[in-house]
């Protein structure tokens, strides 16, 4: 499906030909350790890499280079996958045969690809002052905003309580103290430190061989002094103890978060069979929350849940009136423990794995669900096909996802309270 | 099946109308696994007064998305677990102007193609279920007044509109939802659901003449009353700068702007006047004009600000919506701008530039299952055969764009709608 080429040693990039789309997608990603103390630099670095080169010196002219092409974005990519973060762009493009005469596009894009991380606009030799001003400004907004979408808002506080001791409780942008702490220079050194010793993972998906795309993007990294260091392992859940907490705000709807841990990861044989076990539980209107929280009871308009198999993490997030709040988390164990008691019907197994084999199947359908499987496969060590994530969900059983239930354990309960 | 052909985006689309007036339309996505299918009414929200065979009905806000809740039901049987026991996902939207019921699947097309045409075609409503479903709306009701994208237009298209009911919230209200009974669902869904008044429109890898049979069959029973949906709404222009500001929990300002545009004519014309205002975005504050570059420069806007033409039969407004810690100046320097582009003009390069932009942006759009079904649909309301779009682009004029900018963007024509944040209290 994919095929990697090692462009220079911590260099890779994972090509998937496909002639179907009108779009072609490449990314570029630093990787770094999941660190709080560099989280908000890397979260700002690229948003100041996209404010001005040297040819293209500010938004606008950046903006009319890429109208040229045909509207191509080229947008800052920042994920978190385990203990790893990552700092980057994501180009959307279309499809050179669809321009108009012998107008070209993909050549350009890699070519302002290289323009952005190599050739940086700078001022007296650091990032431009009002550049990373401004993009302090907004990157702290869009931290700030989080709490406008009050169910993101509750499943990160939950994050951030329950994995104190963990690098999942550092939050994906940074924190406001660090963003504040920022300045020109000191970004613009790290950013040298990024570009010497990160690994960089490069995904395409378009109708070109990855020889050809090999070869275009080689120059971009052409005479960069690297001295690229190994990343450390991703680490299973480093657990900083149970914890409840509590918070008001003034909203009409509460919202529940409740946290479970288990020792099935990405590392051990019984992770695909963990997703189906999530799949039944809270994944999809199939579900035993659906169905009986939701459907059933009428407790809540959203109810479901979520399985992190990095770090063994199963979460599950309700909207509710949140007097009902202690209802509907008695009623959440009370589905878990008819799943530890095996009480999955043969339908809702079966349902279970073709909501999750359909998903699967349709992933090579669209060229950015083919850049995330892969991208953060390859940094999550997920290292599975898409064809053999699909056996392995064949094979799952009752009674290994009611062995799988037992293993699951509550950590952490986070409620958002309306102040009615 | 007519088979039309769009070589300049490599697409063909094969059309038909069923002799009781349902409109089928497939697009045929070889080599992909995955197959959507959308099945629309042109009834939403908006559609809640009309007369039915010389009857005249008016139904409590908030019906057309209470029914698309209610078709899920079936007696003695569970609709979502027969989509999932074939891996297909089902689920269904409700907007001002129609009502869609879709499915994704990689298996086991054509029963779940069955199985979607029979939910939406064969109502069963009883007091207890529709009891039932308003615990659970009004959950949702409530979820919507904690969500600040919602209550935002809610306000700005409230400050605006004095008749059209884009007005009402399209889940209604709690006291509304209560007045909804079988017998309004039933009568709601009799006059909504017309084939007349709806289309199949199926992307994937699919025969289309087993399509046609199949959406034949399924639908060759549906009642076709006579109605008349109200449509006309007497709604004057303007609407002098009138703001509206509420306190949520919000971390920062947001704001959205909204010039009061003529509702656009059907069919060709429609669509021309569409692209017309969206291009017009794009001119005053796209993120290649000048103004975004200056207020951005200036932090009066962030990567959140964005607009574009809103369009509801009746309706249009040119919106402009972000965070700002100053929606004032940020809506006086859309206005500004306006003026000076009147004054001077819109420079041909950047027009066509903008043009291959908007273009390009559209193509990619094709890619998507759900993007190529939803446009499908809500163009054929509008009487426009979307694959048509590279044309009318290139047939738009750049004097055309400054006039609507002259006509739309002035102060009398303004509504500004703003989300604070909550000053602190003691609680």
Request: charged residues 25%; negative net charge; aromatic residues 8%.
């Amino acid at each position: 499906m994919t095929e990697t080429i090692t462009l220079q040693p911590g260099i890779d990039l994972r090509c998937c030909t496909d002639t179907r789309f009108k779009t072609n997608c490449l990314s570029l990603q630093l990787v770094r350790p999941m660190r709080r103390e560099e989280a908000s630099a890397n979260a700002l670095v690229s948003a100041v890499l996209l404010r001005g080169t040297e040819n293209y010196p500010d938004l606008r002219d950046i903006t009319l280079h890429l109208d040229d092409l045909y509207g191509a974005t080229v947008g800052s990519l920042v994920r978190r996958v385990g203990d790893y973060q990552t700092t980057g762009f994501y180009c959307s493009f279309t499809e050179d045969r669809y321009a108009l005469g012998d107008d070209q596009i993909l050549v350009p894009v890699v070519d302002f690809l290289k323009e952005l991380l190599r050739k940086p606009r700078l001022e007296k030799g650091v990032f431009c002052e009002s550049y990373v001003e401004g993009e302090k400004r907004n990157l702290l907004a869009a931290i700030e905003a989080q709490k406008n979408d009050k169910r993101v808002y509750a499943s990160s506080q939950l994050m951030k309580y329950m994995c104190a001791q963990d690098p999942t409780g550092i939050p994906r942008l940074g924190e406001p103290e660090q963003v504040r702490a920022l300045n020109a220079g000191g970004l613009y050194s790290h950013y040298q430190r990024l570009l010497r010793e990160s690994r960089i993972d490069l995904f395409y998906v378009g109708s070109q061989k990855p020889e050809y795309i090999a070869q275009l993007l080689m120059p971009v990294f052409q005479g960069m002094d690297r001295n690229y260091v190994n990343l450390p392992e991703q680490t299973t859940f480093c657990d900083g103890g149970k914890t409840r907490q509590e918070e008001r705000m003034e909203v009409t709807q509460g919202k529940l978060q409740m946290g479970f841990v288990t020792e099935s990861t990405l590392n051990t044989p019984d992770f695909v069979p963990m997703q189906v076990l999530n799949t039944v539980f809270g994944g999809g209107m199939t579900s035993k929350l659906f169905m009986n929280v939701r459907e059933k009871m009428s407790l809540c308009y959203d109810i479901g849940s979520s399985y992190q198999g990095g770090k063994g993490i199963l979460t599950v997030g309700a909207g509710m009136d949140h007097h009902m709040a202690e209802t509907v988390e008695k009623e959440v164990l009370c589905q878990l423990e008819s799943c530890r008691r095996g009480e999955i019907t043969p339908a809702e197994l079966e349902s279970a794995k073709a909501s999750l084999l359909s998903s699967l199947r349709a992933i090579p359908d669209s060229p950015s669900s083919l850049e995330n499987y892969y991208s953060t496969g390859a940094l999550s060590g997920m290292n599975l096909t898409i064809g053999e994530y699909m056996d392995q969900v064949g094979t799952v059983t009752v009674e290994q996802l009611a062995r799988l239930a037992q293993s699951l354990e509550l950590h952490s309960v986070f409620l958002l309270k309306g102040v009615q | 099946m007519e088979k039309r052909s769009y070589p300049r985006l490599d697409e063909e689309v094969f059309w038909d109308r069923l002799p009781n007036g349902l409109t089928l339309a497939v697009i045929p996505r070889r080599g992909f696994s995955r197959k959507m299918a959308y099945f629309v009414t042109g009834a939403g929200s908006l559609h809640r007064k009309f007369t039915m065979d010389g009857k005249a009905y008016c139904a409590p806000m908030g019906v057309a998305h209470f029914l698309e809740h209610k078709l899920f039901d079936m007696p003695g049987r569970d609709i979502s677990a027969e989509f999932a026991a074939m891996g297909a996902s089902v689920n269904a939207f409700t907007s001002y102007d129609m009502t869609a019921y879709y499915f994704s699947c990689t298996d086991h097309f054509y029963p779940c193609l069955r199985l979607l045409l029979e939910m939406v075609t064969k109502p069963y409503f009883t007091d207890e279920s529709v009891e039932k479903e308003q615990g659970i709306i009004g959950q949702e009701i409530d979820m919507n007044e904690d969500s600040p994208e919602t209550k935002i237009f809610e306000d700005l298209a409230d400050r605006m509109y004095e008749v059209h009911p884009v007005r009402e919230p399209i889940l209604g209200t709690r006291q509304t939802i209560a007045q909804i009974t079988p017998q309004v669902l039933y009568d709601c869904h009799r006059a909504g659901y017309r084939p007349e008044n709806m289309i199949l429109c199926v992307v994937g890898d699919a025969d289309p003449e087993e399509i046609r049979s199949l959406a034949a069959e399924m639908t060759a029973d549906m009642p076709c009353p006579q109605v008349v949906m109200e449509g006309q709404w007497d709604e004057p222009l303007l609407c002098g700068s009138g703001e509206s500001h509420r306190q949520m929990e919000v971390a920062r300002p947001m704001f959205q702007l909204g010039f009061k545009c003529n509702p656009l004519e059907m069919g060709e014309r429609g669509i021309y006047q569409e692209f017309v205002g969206d291009l017009a975005a794009e001119v005053l504050f796209g993120e290649s004009s000048e103004l975004y570059l200056r207020l951005y420069e200036e932090g009066l806007i962030d990567p959140s600000f964005g607009g574009g033409l809103d369009t509801v039969p009746g309706m249009a407004m040119l919106t402009a919506s972000g965070d700002s810690d100053d929606p004032e100046a940020v809506r006086d320097a859309i206005l500004a701008q306006a003026r000076h582009i009147v004054e001077t003009g819109i420079p041909e390069a950047d027009f066509l530039r903008m043009k291959r932009s908007t273009l390009g942006g559209r193509i990619r759009g094709l890619d998507s299952f759900d993007s190529v079904s939803f446009r499908i649909c809500a163009y054929h309301f509008s009487g426009f055969d979307y694959f048509r779009f590279p044309e009318i682009y290139e047939s738009v004029k750049a004097e055309d764009v400054q006039e609507f900018i002259r006509q739309v963007v002035v102060p009398q024509r303004c509504c500004l709608s703003v989300i604070e944040p909550k000053e602190e209290t003691e609680i």
